[in-house]
């Protein structure tokens, strides 16, 4: 059973900085591709950033440059750094995992990520 833990949301102000965790003691992130999503009160779920098998790394264009995924030393860990956080940047984040190593296709397609987690919270007051 595949499952996903996210941590570290809270509430910071305009121009913060958080660091959210993804945490899972079933596999091996390293051989998945991972993605960050995120869902707004009363707005669509929505894709942030992904990892893939590799390491390589693509983002949403409205958090390019200010946010980064990465995978921990320890090896069932990912990370998403978030800098120059905005008020539309509030919302329940959530880690989610393919069932492959690729991040192919459109990366944000929801129906291609079978696992996700409960979501951590993040509130940006301005």
């Known amino acids: 059973q595949v499952t996903l833990t996210e941590s570290g949301g809270g509430s910071v102000h305009a121009g913060g900085s958080l660091r959210l965790s993804c945490t899972s003691s079933d596999f091996t992130y390293n051989s998945y591709c991972m993605g960050w999503f995120r869902q707004a009160p009363g707005k669509e779920r929505e894709g942030v950033g992904v990892?893939?098998?590799?390491?390589?790394?693509d983002y949403a264009d409205a958090v390019k440059g200010r946010f980064t995924i990465s995978r921990g030393t320890v090896k069932n860990t990912l990370y998403l750094q978030m800098t120059s956080l905005k008020p539309e940047d509030t919302a329940m984040y959530f880690c989610?995992?393919?069932?492959?190593?690729?991040?192919?296709?459109?990366?944000?397609?929801?129906?291609?990520?079978?696992?996700w987690g409960q979501g951590t919270q993040v509130t940006v007051s301005s």
């Open positions: 989610a995992r393919r069932m492959s190593g690729y991040c192919n296709g459109d990366p944000f397609w929801r129906s291609d990520f079978p696992y």
């Open positions: 990892i893939d098998g590799t390491g390589v790394t």
